[in-house]
Structures are given as structure tokens and as C-alpha cells.
């Protein structure tokens, strides 16, 4: 074990870290999932300077190309209200987004600072924070977002609010299986002896041993929580309109099929690109770290 004090990296850790970076590098559909993933972030960060009508995403009304079909001028079509559905499909990606940003940056660190007390500690720490997690997983996560969503008003922090408040789970159960683990590793016990603190132990010696399950899940996670978040704006408790939401565009133009078939499609092929995007990326560093989630 390192010295409290030391900070150099040794070069098995150098080579380690290497040799992940290479196993990725040679995974191609790591790389694919690396470049849609940019490629949706892209799109959100620039969205008001790449959507081709801007002004669509928010009160634009032009009745005269309401359902315009797919053409040169709007290359995936218009809504019921002529707004073009391909800018707002960009803008759509802010609210994915940003829903993704918001849960996971509630649940990872609560589920993660559980799962560390519970596997550290042990005793009646682990008993209470294991328990408690098995109650709240066995709360459908839907149901429960349903439940909080119908309660409350439709607003992008209420969506984050409702999903994260079953999410941090998962977290915590898979950084307790490993924080267990590591915990009654040598070098932790010989950390202990050197009179570390716990906070240290917890922060410095088992929480690193954690730090690749966890990205390895945070990343899954995001495609799940984009296709969690269009599923409760497609229900209508997502977002307040206009306000562009992948889920809520193809709950309105399911009322217009068969004819109006772009309203749905294009709407859902965003949402089915950001979903794979980040579940290829999240493949690529599984492989990449070698660990199972």
C-alpha cells in the first residue's frame, strides 16, 4: 500500500490504465458508441446554432405547413402546428440531457456514499442500508414515478425528481457487493492499522477499487434514464409544452397515424440513437475495465 502522503502513480497502475485505454481503442463499437455519444451532446450544446428553425422549439405556430411531409425544406417533416420536427428533435436531446445530468447526479453519489457505509462498516449500518434498499427496489420504479409525477406539476426538476428517487439504488446495491469486497482486503486492513481514518479508508482505499463499476453503470444508466424520461413525457408527465421532449412529440404524432407518419418516427429514431449511443459506450468500458455490473 501506498503512503498516506504519496501521490506518484507506479507504473502498474500506468500500465493498467494502458492497457484498458487499448482494449477500448480496439473495440470498434466502443468507438462508435464514444462518437453518437458526442455526437448527441453536440447537438444539445449547439442546437440553437445547428437546428435548421430554431424558433420551432419553443411557441412557434404556422398553420399553413402544419403536416408537412419530409422534403428538401424540412427534412423530417412538421408537426401539427408547423413547427419542424427535425429541430426540435436537436432540441429534444437538451432535455435528455439534462434529465440525464440531473438523476444520476442525485442517485450515484447517494447510492454510492450508502453502499460504501454499508459494505465498510458492516453491522447494523449494513443491515439498515441493505434493508431499506430492498424495500425501495421492490417498488416498481415506474409506478413510483407516476405516483410523484401525477402529484406534482410538469417540470423538467419534478421528471429528475420522480426518477431519482428510486434510481439511486441499483448504485448502492452494486457499490456495496464491491465495497464488501475490497474491504476486507489486506491493504485496507494494514490502512486501518496505520491509524487512517475511516473517511480515508472510505475515500482513498476502497472507493478507487469502486470507481469503474460505477462509471461502467452510470453510463448504461443514461440510456436507460432517456428512455425512463420520454416514457413518462409520452404518458404526459414529462415537461410542460412547448418545450421540446422526444417522448411527448411521439405522443402527439401517434394521433396522426398512419397518414402523419413522420410526427412518430423521426421523434423515436432520436430517442432509439441517444438510448444505443450510450448503451454502446457503456458495452466498450465494460470490456475496457473488465468488470461485470
Same mark, same amino acid.
Given at each position: 500500500?501506498?503512503?498516506?502522503?504519496?501521490?506518484?502513480?507506479?507504473?502498474?497502475?500506468?500500465?493498467?490504465?494502458?492497457?484498458?485505454?487499448?482494449?477500448?481503442?480496439? $473495440?470498434?463499437?466502443?468507438?462508435?458508441?464514444?462518437?453518437?455519444? !458526442?455526437?448527441?451532446?453536440?447537438?444539445?450544446?449547439?442546437?440553437?446554432? /445547428?437546428?435548421?428553425?430554431?424558433?420551432?422549439?419553443?411557441?412557434? /405556430?404556422?398553420?399553413?405547413?402544419?403536416?408537412?411531409?419530409?422534403?428538401?425544406?424540412?427534412?423530417?417533416?412538421?408537426?401539427?402546428?408547423?413547427?419542424?420536427? !427535425?429541430?426540435?428533435?436537436?432540441?429534444?436531446?437538451?432535455?435528455?440531457?439534462?434529465?440525464?445530468?440531473?438523476?444520476?447526479?442525485?442517485?450515484?453519489?447517494?447510492?454510492?456514499?450508502?453502499?460504501?457505509?454499508?459494505?465498510?462498516?458492516?453491522?447494523?449500518?449494513?443491515?439498515?442500508?441493505?434493508?431499506?434498499?430492498?424495500?425501495?427496489?421492490?417498488?416498481?420504479?415506474?409506478?413510483?414515478?407516476?405516483?410523484?409525477?401525477?402529484?406534482?406539476?410538469?417540470?423538467?426538476? $419534478?421528471?429528475?425528481?420522480? /426518477?431519482?428517487?428510486?434510481?439511486?439504488?441499483?448504485?448502492?446495491?452494486?457499490?456495496?457487493?464491491?465495497?464488501?469486497?475490497?474491504?476486507?482486503?489486506?491493504?485496507?486492513?494494514?490502512?486501518?492499522?496505520?491509524?487512517?481514518?475511516?473517511?480515508?479508508?472510505?475515500?482513498?482505499?476502497?472507493?478507487?477499487?469502486?470507481?469503474?463499476?460505477?462509471?461502467?453503470?452510470?453510463?448504461?444508466?443514461?440510456?436507460?434514464? /432517456?428512455?425512463?424520461?420520454?416514457?413518462?413525457?409520452?404518458?404526459?408527465?414529462?415537461?410542460?409544452?412547448?418545450?421540446?421532449?422526444?417522448?411527448?412529440?411521439?405522443?402527439?404524432?401517434?394521433?396522426?397515424?398512419?397518414?402523419?407518419?413522420?410526427?412518430?418516427?423521426?421523434?423515436?429514431?432520436?430517442?432509439?440513437?441517444?438510448? !444505443?449511443?450510450?448503451?454502446?459506450?457503456?458495452?466498450?468500458?465494460?470490456?475496457?475495465?473488465?468488470?461485470?455490473?
Amino acid at each position: 500500500m501506498a503512503s498516506l502522503g504519496e501521490t506518484a502513480i507506479s507504473p502498474e497502475i500506468l500500465t493498467a490504465r494502458r492497457m484498458a485505454w487499448l482494449r477500448f481503442r480496439s $473495440n470498434p463499437v466502443a468507438l462508435l458508441g464514444a462518437f453518437m455519444v !458526442l455526437s448527441v451532446v453536440f447537438c444539445a450544446l449547439f442546437a440553437p446554432f /445547428i437546428a435548421p428553425y430554431p424558433e420551432d422549439a419553443g411557441n412557434m /405556430i404556422d398553420f399553413a405547413t402544419r403536416h408537412s411531409a419530409p422534403s428538401a425544406e424540412h427534412w423530417a417533416g412538421t408537426d401539427k402546428v408547423g413547427r419542424d420536427i !427535425l429541430s426540435r428533435v436537436i432540441f429534444g436531446f437538451q432535455v435528455s440531457l439534462l434529465l440525464v445530468v440531473g438523476v444520476l447526479g442525485l442517485a450515484v453519489p447517494v447510492g454510492a456514499a450508502l453502499g460504501l457505509a454499508a459494505g465498510y462498516f458492516g453491522g447494523w449500518t449494513e443491515f439498515l442500508i441493505t434493508g431499506f434498499t430492498n424495500v425501495m427496489l421492490a417498488i416498481p420504479p415506474l409506478v413510483m414515478a407516476l405516483a410523484v409525477g401525477s402529484v406534482l406539476s410538469q417540470t423538467l426538476v $419534478n421528471a429528475m425528481f420522480a /426518477i431519482a428517487l428510486l434510481w439511486w439504488t441499483w448504485h448502492a446495491r452494486l457499490v456495496y457487493r464491491v465495497a464488501k469486497s475490497v474491504a476486507a482486503e489486506d491493504f485496507v486492513e494494514a490502512a486501518r492499522l496505520a491509524g487512517a481514518s475511516h473517511m480515508h479508508i472510505l475515500l482513498r482505499e476502497i472507493l478507487p477499487n469502486c470507481v469503474a463499476v460505477i462509471s461502467v453503470k452510470t453510463t448504461l444508466d443514461a440510456a436507460f434514464v /432517456i428512455l425512463f424520461g420520454a416514457t413518462l413525457s409520452f404518458l404526459g408527465l414529462g415537461v410542460r409544452p412547448p418545450t421540446p421532449d422526444l417522448g411527448s412529440m411521439v405522443a402527439d404524432g401517434r394521433q396522426f397515424l398512419p397518414e402523419m407518419w413522420w410526427g412518430v418516427l423521426f421523434p423515436a429514431l432520436g430517442i432509439f440513437y441517444a438510448t !444505443l449511443a450510450f448503451n454502446l459506450l457503456g458495452d466498450g468500458l465494460r470490456d475496457m475495465f473488465d468488470v461485470e455490473v
